[in-house]
Structure formats: structure tokens, C-alpha cells
């Protein structure tokens, strides 16, 4: 059974959500953070990564930098640009792209579903990355950035969704990068009992994106019980900011690889390798795969569809993913790829980015690319329901969820 409950969020005064919604802090490298708030003085990445705020040298890991973020913050609240709801009500996030709608229910989840197992992982987390994550939400006593959860649907909750969305919405924009974003607000006592019912008598709910988010609103809550001994379970400490999608709107795209050298290998030693895994046929255009167990390569300004063999193919949740497949059977014995996580010779580009970028990173610092077929959400649950991981960078999801839409306070 999952607790997912409603909850009053700081939101954005009407008329400058569109100002304030940001990307999520972790799309960005720190100097494409730096030229992504210039002259934006509601930009809430501002506030989601605050060391842009300080010299371009300046430790962005000091706690005077999230004192700097908790500052901005609560400035937004004290000035009228961010208003508080007057009771707990459910949220629905509707994002299209590409004529594509996905809505989700903004709510908070429970950190002791994440702990029992109702909320279903699927990657490792790395400790550096949780800690700056775990300072920022404690400083500032707010979550900023929402988690991405999916669940298997239930109908109840799209008539809900449904009705409510025949409404005037709440909040409709389009950002920057042709993203349009709508909010509507659940705040019907039935409708809110229904909502929580239905994911009541769910048993499983899988974190999509953002488990690094997660992981550190779990620790914020684990270390804000043990200064609040007599805590009951109900203080919003206990509760995550998530916005939850049904498995059925969901789109993953393919997250693809490029590599540094040929480690080593002449051409001819490559492809006679390749061989070995693949059937090899040379491609007139650039080449996305159209099926699992396909592969596209670009290599000295030529692309190659690369077909698995059948007994280099497996039925394991993990070992059967494309991303396992050309990581265990190219990218490790052929070009000396051990850790993926670790090894500078490889990179992954998300699909969003498209084949020319494969191709542009291919002609300039790096020597092969790789397509991939997208993994599937169906993939993602059978990998999570084993109590299994993937390995890194198997999922990339779009569209992205905005920060700053809606803020969870700890109080």
C-alpha cells in the first residue's frame, strides 16, 4: 500500500511561473548553469544551484553557498512570488512535446514506502551526489525539485485527472525549449479521497528519474526523526515532493554511447569482432534501430547496423537489456571498457540530442558512436520488481520535469 498524500505547496504567484520554472539542476554543467540564470531574477535554478551566485572559483559545496539558496528562497516567499495553498490539495502536471501529453499528480510520497520497497528502484546512487543534494533540502528545509515516479494505471485516477482537466488550469505555459507545461489543482475533498485511495491499494511505485532526489530526501527525513525523537509519522519531514505518471504516458528515449578509440584494434580487427556478436550491414543515411537486439554504429563517416546474434542475447531482466548486451559484448571485450561509471573513454548522449550529435562527437572527440533502441518501461519494472539494478545511463526520459513549479516544506 502506498502513502501518497496531498499536501500544500509554495507555488509560483500567477504570472511568473513561467519566469521561475527552471530545468532540473542536474542537467547542467556549472558553467552552462552560470549563463542559464544571466539577467533571469525568478530563474529558480538560481536557487536550485546557488553557487552561480558566487565567483566562477568559489567552493560550490560550502555551506554559506545552500545558506545562499535557503536566502533566495524564503526572500521569494517574503516578496509575494511565491504564494502558499490554504489546505492540501493534490496537483496534476500535464507536460507536451511533440503533440505527446503526459500527466502526472503532484504529490508527496512517503520516505517509509522507499525504504519498505513500495517504491521501487532501479539504479545505484553515488554517495558525493546524494550529499550535495541532502544539503541543499536541509538547508532550506524544502524539497525543490520534484521526483519522477510511474505507476501501473489506474482508471479511477484518469477520470479524476480527466475531469478536472475540462477546468480552467491553474497555471499554462510554454517554455523556452518548446515544452509546453499546465497545471490544474485536485481540491475536491471526494476527489482528493479517491486519489489517495487509488494509490492506496497500489503496491508498487517506481521511481523513474531522479533517484538521486530521492535518496537524499530519504536521508533529510531519516536525520529530521532523529532530532524529533517523538515524531508521529504524519510531520511533512516523513513525505518526499513527487510527481507520479501512469506507466501508460510514459516515454523512454534511448541513451546513446560514444567512444574514445579503437583500443588499440586496426580496422579490420574490429569489425572482425564485431562480427563475431553482430551481423554487420552497411547503412546509406544515418541509422536509428527500429527493434531491441539492433544496434546503429558510426565509424569513419559511414554508419552500420549491427544485428545481435541470437546466442548473445539473453531472457534476464538485466543481462537481456540492449545496454547490457553492447556493454558485455562490445564495449567491455572489445574496447576495454570496464566501468562504464568510471572509464573516460566512453560517453552517453541522451536521444534527445538526436543522431547528428552522435555523428558530430564521432568526427571530433571521439572515434565510434553507438545507437540505441530506447529501453522500455515495461523493462524498467520487470529490472525494479526483481529488486535488480540497471546499469548506468539505460533510461533517458523527456520530457523534463520543471523545478520551482511547486515547493514541499519540511514544516
Known amino acids: 500500500m502506498a502513502n501518497v498524500r496531498a499536501f500544500a505547496a509554495y507555488r509560483p504567484k500567477k504570472g511568473l511561473e513561467d519566469k521561475i520554472a527552471a530545468l532540473p539542476y542536474d542537467v547542467y554543467n556549472r558553467e552552462e548553469a552560470r549563463k542559464a540564470v544571466e539577467g533571469k531574477q525568478y530563474s529558480f535554478l538560481r536557487i536550485d544551484r546557488p553557487e552561480t551566485q558566487f565567483p566562477e572559483d568559489y567552493d560550490m559545496y560550502a555551506p554559506e553557498v545552500y545558506r ?32 505527446r501529453h503526459q500527466t502526472g499528480i503532484v504529490a508527496a510520497a512517503s520516505i517509509d514506502d522507499y525504504l519498505n520497497g513500495v517504491i521501487m528502484k532501479h539504479e545505484n546512487t553515488r554517495a558525493d551526489k546524494e550529499e ?49 507545461h499546465n497545471v490544474w489543482v485536485i481540491d475536491d475533498e471526494n476527489d482528493i479521497s479517491a486519489v489517495k485511495e ?58 546513446n554511447r560514444v567512444v574514445k578509440d579503437l583500443n588499440g584494434l586496426t580496422e579490420d580487427e574490429l569489425f572482425a569482432k564485431l562480427g563475431e556478436v553482430c551481423d554487420i550491414s552497411e547503412c546509406s543515411e544515418m541509422y536509428q534501430p527500429e527493434a531491441k537486439g539492433i544496434f546503429g554504429m558510426f565509424y569513419n563517416d559511414k554508419w552500420y547496423k549491427l544485428s545481435v546474434k541470437d546466442d548473445k542475447k539473453s531472457d534476464d531482466a538485466v543481462d537481456g537489456l540492449d545496454v547490457s548486451i553492447l556493454q558485455n559484448e562490445i564495449l567491455g571485450p572489445i574496447f576495454g571498457i570496464g566501468d562504464p561509471r568510471v572509464d573516460k573513454r566512453v560517453d552517453f548522449v541522451g536521444g534527445i540530442r538526436g543522431l547528428k550529435e552522435l555523428e558530430r562527437r564521432a568526427k571530433s572527440d571521439m572515434k565510434v558512436a553507438f545507437s540505441m533502441y530506447p529501453t ?18 539505460s533510461t533517458w526520459f523527456e520530457p523534463k520535469l520543471r523545478s520551482g513549479i511547486f515547493i514541499h516544506t519540511l514544516d
Request: aromatic content about 12%; glycine content about 6%; hydrophobic content about 35%.
Open 68 to 99: 545562499k539558496a535557503k536566502e533566495m528562497l524564503y526572500e521569494m516567499i517574503a516578496d509575494g512570488s511565491y504564494v502558499h495553498e490554504n489546505k492540501n490539495v493534490y496537483y496534476i502536471y500535464e507536460l507536451i512535446m511533440d503533440g
Open 132 to 180: 550535495d543534494r541532502i544539503n541543499h533540502v536541509y538547508t532550506c528545509n524544502a524539497q525543490t525539485g520534484p521526483i519522477f515516479l510511474a505507476y501501473r494505471n489506474r482508471q479511477r485516477i484518469t477520470d479524476i485527472v480527466n475531469k478536472v482537466k475540462a477546468g480552467e488550469a491553474l497555471y499554462s505555459f510554454t517554455s523556452e525549449d518548446g515544452i509546453t
Open 198 to 255: 487509488e494509490f492506496a491499494a497500489t503496491d508498487k511505485i517506481y521511481i523513474a528519474d531522479g533517484h538521486h532526489r530521492a535518496a537524499s530526501a530519504v536521508k533529510v527525513g531519516i536525520r529530521k526523526r532523529e532530532e524529533n525523537p517523538d515524531y508521529t509519522g504524519e510531520e511533512e519531514f516523513n513525505f518526499f515532493l513527487s510527481v507520479l505518471f501512469p506507466d501508460n504516458e510514459l516515454k523512454i528515449l534511448s541513451y
Open 376 to 393: 522500455s518501461i515495461d523493462e524498467l519494472f520487470k529490472v525494479a520488481d526483481d529488486k535488480r539494478l540497471m546499469p548506468p545511463k
